[in-house]
């Protein structure tokens, strides 16, 4: 397999990196790879199983505005179902359980939405 030519990281335009910070981390699940700001964070790096997202509230990063919407394919896309459960248990603001989208038979998607109403669109077979 070539070595990946780019490496991607989504920049999330946030009002509150520590609040956003909580929410990924505490309730989706993700961690903290680095954050910077004198104890109030501007910018910040979560990470989780190969997802990498900038949360940003004031860098001179350019950014989306709000929301920004992100889709994710899952490499098992069996296993949207479980990442559905997990996500719910934790409380993860959830618009709409799993449905079949209408373009395409036995794909279907969820959505999480993060305190600033951006969107993590997750992909998969039928949970």
Request: glycine content about 10%.
């Amino acid at each position: 397999m070539d070595k990946q030519e780019f490496y991607a990281r989504p920049v999330l335009k946030v009002r509150d990196v520590r609040k956003s910070l909580d929410y990924y981390c505490g309730t989706l699940g993700f961690t903290k790879a680095w954050e910077h700001g004198d104890g109030n964070p501007i910018i910040a790096q979560v990470n989780r199983n190969g997802l990498d997202l900038i949360l940003d509230s004031d860098s001179v990063i350019p950014r989306a505005g709000l929301p920004t919407v992100i889709s994710l394919s899952l490499h098992e896309p069996e296993k949207l179902g479980a990442l559905y459960l997990e996500l719910k248990g934790r409380g993860a603001e959830i618009p709409a359980p799993p449905f079949e989208v209408p373009w395409e038979k036995g794909l279907f998607q969820f959505q999480v939405q993060d305190p600033d109403g951006n969107l993590l669109v997750f992909w998969g077979q039928k949970p």
